[in-house]
C-alpha cells in the first residue's frame, strides 16, 4: 500500500493565513506549510476531498486522474468539497475520453450534498453513491486491486470535558459531525490502514472495532496540540496519548506501527517540538506530500517509511540558538538518517567529550552516525533517495580543514583548501539523490575578532556559507530557538575570496 498525504492539516490549515499566533509564526517563518488533510492511496482511493485535496494535488504535481474510489469521513467543507465532482466531468466532458467509472462512499447527508454537484448523465451510470454507516463492511475494487473498508464510529459531534479522555453527550445542532465516521482499510495483502479524523477520545464501541486489528498506519487527529479546554469532538496532546495507549493496550497498534498525527493546528508549537513531543507518544509528524510505502512483511515502523520529496537545507545560527536540534527534526522525518560529525575527539578536554556525548545521546538510535570530514564523499556514498544527510557543523569543518593544512597562518593557503573543499562540497549537494541538512554558525553577526587566525575562520566560514546557501533549496537562520526562513537574494550573485 502506498499512502500520499495530500494534506496534513486541520480545517484552517497551519499557518492560519489570517493568524498571527507565535505557533503560525514559526511555521509561515520556517517555509512550512499544511492544507487540510486527505490521503491518497495507491493513486486509486481518495480519502477526504476538501477543497486543500485538489490544491495540494496539483502542488505536488500529483494526478487524481486513476482515482476510482472516493471516501468521505463527513461533509464538514474542509472534509468534502463536492465540486471536485464537476471539475471532473469537465476533465472529460469536451474531450472525446471515456469517463472512467467512479464510486463516491460518504455517510447519508454528505451524499445528498453531492448530487446536484454530479452531471445528470453521468449520476447511476459513470458516477455511482454508496452510503456509508458506521459499523458496516464494503469491498472496493479497482482496475488492479481490492479492498476492504469498515467503518469506525468517531466521536466528532459530542465534546469532550477537558482532557479527561472520556466521550461526553451527542451535539444536537451538528448533524454532519454526528454521523462522521473512521475508517479502517486494508488491502489484497492484509495491509491495514486506520484514517481517524475528525474524532475526540474513542468511544469503546470503536475501541472494540479496532481491537487485535495490528494496523500498518494509523493516521489519527491531534488538532489542538497544548490548548486543552477546547470541549470539541477533537483531541489535544493529553487525549492523543490516552487514545494512543488504549489503542496499544488492544494492539491495535504494536511495534511495527508507524503513528502519524494528523489535522494539525496552530494550537500545537512548532513542528520540531511537536516532533520532540510526539516521540515518546510513538508518533511523529510528515510534511504535507509525504509518501509512505507498506509492507505485510515490515518489522518496524521505520523500515514502513519511505519520506518523500528530497530536500537540501541550510540551518544558520549562534551559539546555543537550537540550529542542531532544528536540524535534527527536520532529518528525524525520514526513513534512515546519516548523521555526518564534523567535530574531532579531544580526549584531553573533559569539556568538548561531555559536549559529543550529549549531542550521540538525544540521536535516535536507528540514525548512523559518520565522524569525517570527507564531506563530499560521505554525501557520493549516501545516495538512498528516502534517507537524509545530516552534517554538523560546516564550522568545525572548516576549523579541521585549516588544521590539517597548517594554514593558520597563510591566509592565501588556507582560503585555496578550504574553497577547494566547499566546491566539492556543493557539486556533491546539487547531485545528490538523498536529503542534505547541514549545519553551520552565523559569524557575521558579531565584532571583529581580535586575532588573525580569528578572523580568517570568520572569513572562510562566511564564505562557505554563502556557497552552500547558493545551493541548498532551503536556509534557515535560528535566533533564541525560533527559525527565520531566508530568502533568496543572492541567487545571481558571485562570490568573491575575502581579501
Known amino acids: 500500500m502506498r499512502v500520499r498525504f495530500l494534506g496534513t492539516g486541520a480545517a484552517s490549515g497551519w499557518p492560519n493565513p489570517y493568524c498571527s ?51 468521505i469521513t463527513h461533509g464538514h467543507p474542509d472534509h468534502l468539497a463536492p465540486a471536485f465532482l464537476l471539475f471532473r466531468h469537465w476533465a472529460h466532458a469536451h474531450q472525446g475520453q471515456t469517463k472512467p467509472h467512479l464510486h463516491l462512499w460518504a455517510p447519508p447527508l454528505a451524499l445528498a450534498a ?204 549562534g551559539a546555543r540558538s537550537g540550529k542542531s536540534r532544528y536540524a535534527e527534526g527536520l532529518s528525524a522525518q525520514f526513513d534512515s538518517v546519516v548523521y555526518i560529525a564534523c567535530a574531532r575527539r579531544d580526549s584531553t578536554d573533559a569539556e568538548w567529550m561531555e559536549r559529543i556525548a550529549a549531542h550521540r545521546q538525544r540521536r535516535p538510535g536507528h540514525w548512523r552516525t559518520e565522524e569525517t570530514t570527507q564531506l563530499a564523499a560521505s554525501i557520493k556514498g549516501h545516495q538512498d533517495e528516502a534517507a537524509c544527510i545530516l552534517i554538523d557543523c560546516l564550522g568545525t569543518w572548516v576549523t579541521a580543514l585549516v588544521d590539517d593544512a597548517d594554514a593558520w597562518q597563510d591566509r592565501s593557503r588556507a582560503t585555496t583548501v578550504v574553497m577547494s573543499a566547499c566546491d566539492a562540497l556543493t557539486t556533491a549537494i546539487s547531485e545528490s539523490r538523498a536529503s542534505v541538512v547541514l549545519v553551520s554558525n552565523e559569524v557575521g553577526s558579531g565584532v571583529v575578532p581580535s586575532s588573525a587566525s580569528g578572523r580568517l575562520f570568520r572569513d572562510l566560514l562566511g564564505m562557505v556559507n554563502l556557497r552552500v546557501a547558493q545551493v541548498c533549496d532551503k536556509s534557515t537562520l535560528m535566533v533564541a530557538g525560533r527559525g527565520l526562513a531566508l530568502a533568496d537574494l543572492t541567487a545571481h550573485s558571485t562570490v568573491e575570496d575575502v581579501p
Open 114 to 317: 453531492c448530487e446536484p454537484w454530479i452531471a445528470p448523465q453521468d449520476l447511476g451510470s459513470r458516477v455511482q453513491l454508496h452510503a456509508l454507516v458506521a459499523g458496516t463492511q464494503h469491498q472496493l475494487t479497482t482496475a488492479n486491486a481490492s479492498y476492504t473498508l469498515r467503518t469506525l464510529p468517531a466521536s466528532h459531534g459530542r465534546p469532550v470535558e477537558p482532557s479527561s479522555g472520556e466521550p461526553g453527550q451527542d451535539e444536537p445542532d451538528d448533524a454532519l459531525a454526528s454521523e462522521a465516521v473512521l475508517l479502517d482499510l486494508e488491502d489484497d495483502d492484509g495491509v491495514r490502514l486506520l484514517y481517524a479524523t475528525d474524532t475526540g477520545p474513542l468511544s469503546p464501541a470503536a475501541l472494540a472495532m479496532t481491537s487485535d486489528r495490528e494496523y500498518h498506519l494509523v493516521c489519527i487527529e491531534e488538532t489542538f496540540g497544548s490548548f486543552l479546554d477546547h470541549h470539541t469532538g477533537h483531541l489535544d496532546l493529553r487525549t492523543f496519548a490516552s487514545t494512543i495507549e488504549h489503542l496499544a493496550n488492544t494492539r491495535a497498534i504494536t511495534a511495527r506501527t508507524t503513528v502519524i498525527a494528523v489535522h494539525l493546528g496552530h494550537h500545537n508549537p512548532p513542528t520540531p517540538k511537536l516532533r520532540d513531543m510526539l516521540a515518546p507518544m510513538g508518533a511523529d509528524v510528515v510534511d504535507d506530500g509525504t509518501t509512505l510505502t507498506l509492507s505485510a512483511s515490515r518489522a518496524d515502523s521505520h523500515s514502513a517509511r519511505n519520506i518523500a520529496p528530497r530536500c537540501t537545507h541550510l540551518v544558520l545560527g
Open 21 to 71: 499566533c507565535s505557533s503560525c509564526c514559526d511555521e509561515r517563518a520556517a517555509g512550512r506549510a499544511r492544507s487540510s488533510t486527505s490521503l491518497l492511496v495507491d493513486e486509486q482511493l481518495l480519502l477526504d476531498c476538501g477543497p486543500a485535496a485538489l490544491d495540494g494535488a496539483r502542488a505536488l504535481h500529483q494526478s487524481l486522474a486513476a482515482v476510482e474510489h472516493v471516501v
